[in-house]
């Protein structure tokens, strides 16, 4: 599996995230209590930008209409049918990697 170099461990803090690009795909990069976890940027309901949305512990909730997702699994706690993509992650020598899939 290859993966991609979305920068350092620090630029991400606990709670936060940051949107990359991966094969073209925006996707968001969350740092859960130090883990780092990736789903596709782009909210199924009406395309609103998950990564500019508020985290509370595993969820993501869309900064435009509040459609959430947990960012472990990509699935809506609220709707088990809204799933967005998720990614591979992994971290080496200060660095977060996403897998391009």
């Given at each position: 599996?290859?993966?991609?170099?979305?920068?350092?461990?620090?630029?991400?803090?606990?709670?936060?995230?940051?949107?990359?690009?991966?094969?073209?795909?925006?996707?968001?990069v969350?740092?859960?209590?130090?883990?780092?976890?990736?789903?596709?940027?782009?909210?199924?309901?009406r395309?609103?930008?998950?990564g500019?949305?508020?985290?509370?512990?595993?969820?993501?909730?869309?900064?435009?209409?509040?459609?959430?997702?947990?960012?472990?699994?990509?699935?809506?706690?609220?709707?088990?049918?809204?799933?967005?993509?998720?990614?591979?992650?992994?971290?080496?020598?200060?660095?977060?990697?996403?897998?391009?899939?």
């Amino acid at each position: 599996m290859e993966f991609v170099d979305v920068g350092n461990v620090a630029e991400i803090q606990a709670g936060q995230a940051k949107i990359v690009e991966v094969n073209g795909e925006p996707v968001a990069v969350f740092n859960v209590e130090g883990k780092f976890y990736a789903i596709n940027n782009t909210c199924i309901h009406r395309g609103g930008p998950l990564g500019e949305g508020s985290l509370d512990g595993e969820v993501v909730t869309c900064p435009w209409h509040g459609w959430q997702y947990n960012v472990k699994t990509g699935v809506s706690p609220v709707n088990p049918t809204a799933k967005v993509k998720i990614y591979k992650t992994k971290v080496e020598n200060g660095k977060v990697f996403v897998a391009k899939e």
